[in-house]
């Protein structure tokens, strides 16, 4: 403010005091060295994938790449000139594909090579863009905070100043795409009803009804109310319920929240945005009894029928637990190593336009 008095406006020098803006910082100069090498694009060519015991040229390239990113360990000019994918460098692309949330199965495909042609530049830009994205943040994340990060695609449960355990989600598909905000979750429905949005029954479900007449009998759905051409629909609880046997509510302008789904197969994917933007939690039945573990009354086997009494039920909680959902693409963990994740919805290629002043071309997922 003092600053700002005085007439002078670039407050860029003041830095924020988030551990994560330093770790961030501390990850620069690795990148800007990085910068002067060249960084030549890898191709599988005519393959599909690289497994463990096949050769590759430019495998000695690749193991260059990782010793230089920290992923692998140095070893003698015969290692590293070597073009067999050994045991060595498995391990290696293994510790890579956890940093860029890719599965960790040591095989090479279009996905790690796509992470590991990513020039340092572009790495550079990404830090620099989630580094400022920190100053919007606050200075220490709640104690009992519950952070879900839209492109890791997973929520974070907070107890003091640790992640006590964390669970993969899916979040908004690009065209419906889920907000960041801050709120505080409040209430478990379970066996919830689903009153459908507007969107979704004049986009899909009016013309399911018009090729199929018993479409709303298939799918466990009655109409309550409004029009013909604008019904209100609303689905009774049960296992096809969209939003599975269980939702987490924390009353928002944006009608976004938490829960179960009968989609489980979304969750093998390592890219997961397919939401119509609320976030769906892998472990719902986990967390509805975490949320509950000082309440004596809620047991693992009351819960567990609340979910399919198929009668909706409300609980409040008696403590309310603080929620925000954000967008980051860089950060560094608590083993020190620095993780990236693409940018699904564009905010970094937007931002970045801001901070640089040119276009930087949307990243699209794996």
Not at 16 to 41: G, T
Not at 85 to 101: N, P
Not at 210 to 235: S, W
Request: proline share 7%; with cysteine.
């Amino acid at each position: 403010l003092d600053s700002l008095v005085a007439g002078r406006m670039n407050l860029s020098p003041v830095e924020p005091v988030h551990p994560q803006y330093a770790l961030l910082k501390a990850q620069l100069k690795r990148y800007r060295d990085l910068e002067a090498r060249p960084w030549p694009a890898l191709d599988l060519g005519e393959r599909r994938k690289l497994e463990p015991g096949d050769q590759a040229e430019w495998l000695p390239i690749l193991r260059e790449r990782l010793v230089m990113l920290g992923d692998l360990a140095p070893m003698d000019s015969a290692a590293m000139a070597g073009t067999r994918y050994d045991t060595a460098l498995v391990t290696g692309v293994r510790r890579f594909q956890e940093r860029h949330g890719l599965h960790p199965d040591g095989v090479i495909g279009k996905g790690v090579l796509k992470q590991v042609n990513a020039t340092p530049a572009e790495r550079l830009r990404s830090l620099l863009v989630n580094m400022e994205r920190l100053r919007w943040v606050p200075e220490q994340n709640a104690p009992d905070l519950l952070l879900v990060n839209i492109p890791e695609f997973r929520l974070h449960v907070h107890e003091a100043d640790t992640v006590a355990w964390s669970m993969a989600v899916v979040v908004g598909a690009t065209a419906t795409r889920t907000v960041i905000f801050s709120d505080s979750l409040s209430t478990i429905v379970f066996s919830p009803t689903w009153t459908v949005p507007q969107s979704i029954v004049r986009g899909e479900i009016l013309p399911a009804m018009a090729k199929d007449p018993n479409y709303l009998r298939k799918k466990g759905m009655e109409i309550i109310g409004g029009t013909e051409r604008n019904p209100v629909i609303r689905q009774k609880p049960g296992s096809g319920n969209a939003l599975g046997h269980v939702k987490f509510l924390f009353p928002n302008s944006y009608s976004i929240y938490l829960h179960d789904t009968p989609s489980r197969s979304f969750f093998a994917r390592e890219s997961r945005a397919f939401s119509h933007g609320c976030i769906r939690l892998s472990e719902p039945q986990r967390f509805a009894e975490y949320l509950l573990r000082d309440d004596s009354t809620w047991t693992t086997k009351k819960i567990k029928e609340a979910m399919h009494s198929g009668k909706e039920q409300f609980v409040r909680l008696k403590r309310k637990r603080p929620v925000s959902i954000g967008y980051f693409t860089a950060w560094v963990d608590r083993q020190g190593r620095l993780h990236f994740r693409d940018d699904v919805y564009g905010h970094d290629a937007r931002l970045a336009g801001e901070i640089f002043g040119m276009p930087v071309p949307v990243q699209q997922p794996a």
